[in-house]
């Protein structure tokens, strides 16, 4: 009875379905839908150098953190910090910050090949590591997290787009209620805007970013782990290309990567050939196919239809629906800092977390480089 009337709540939920066309777009930041709780921990930054640290300390604060300092070298990057967050100390050096005691949780979005060595230092001061994606660029930074992480029993917390996304959380609901059935396959495509002036030489440099799949690819590994609740899986097939961008030897344009779990299976493709026109950073898409029906995601944009973001379709037997997600209380700040208060596991298990991180690595690795087809 719970299950039908969970069902029915989230359904009812949804208005009548349209297909005028229409324009709109939101960016990837969007409002976690909850109010920022009294802070219960305190927080620190270190390491500033991908914008995503901003959406970091605004989900720790309304989970319940208070964000009291940060560390970066470069002086434009602390700066633009120390104005956003007017409150927050400036630290002299990351020592500062790994010393305090009254610390629990660091921050970091440090360039992508630092941020394994990072969190092992944090978890060897007895602090809690929440990090931006992807959280290691080899499989050898992988190994000593898992093993740093085991004897400290510190959490180490990768940030990826599950843990923002209105959307992704009511499609939890759904397949947690039965919704679809049992899920058979995810299918996430995952587009993304590369606008080359806008970004710093680490981008484009192979080791320091990891690679294509290690980096877009994160989030829907993580999707894929999560909604067909696979705790095995192997790497069938992938690929990478840099396809378009000659004048950068070190980027990889494009990855796809087919998967085998447990629990079901499993197909990504990422990609930075956004055009200009769309209004969003990428039409990211996620097709859930279950035993009785499929629910459909696309995160960022409804292309000609629908305005804004976190559209949620659901067919089964019965009929098709779209399905609202403004209402969503995303749960991850305040289950992240409830875990660091109270040693659980309740925002992410730490073995998905790792797992998710092995897949993307051992994709990266195992990858087939295709090349650009002749004119």
Known sequence: MRRRQFLKSCLAAASAVTWTSRAGARTRLQDAGA?????????AAIGLNHSHIYGQIDAVVRGGGRFVSFFAPEADLADALARRFPSA????????????????????ASVPNERAPLGIDVMRHGKDFMVDKPGATTLDQLAEVRRVQAETRRIYSVLIERHESKSLTRAGELVKAGAIGEVLQTVGLAPHRMSPATR??????????GGILCDLASHNLDAFLFFTGSTRADVVASQIGNLRHAQYPGLEDFGDVMLRGNRGSGYIRVDWFTPDALPSFGDGRLTILGSDGYIELRKNVDIGGRPGANHLFLA???????????????????RLVDDVLNRTETATPQAQTFLAMQLALEAQRAAQRIMRPPA
């Open 35 to 43: 109010t920022a709780r009294p802070a219960r921990i305190r927080c």
């Open 89 to 108: 100390a400036r630290a002299r050096s990351p020592r500062e910050i790994l010393e305090d005691p009254s610390i629990h949780l660091v921050l970091s």
């Open 200 to 209: 710093p030489a680490w981008f484009f440099e192979r080791e320091r970013y």
């Open 316 to 334: 089964d037997h019965k009929q098709v629906r779209y399905v609202a997600c403004d209402d969503v209380v995303v749960p991850y700040s305040e």
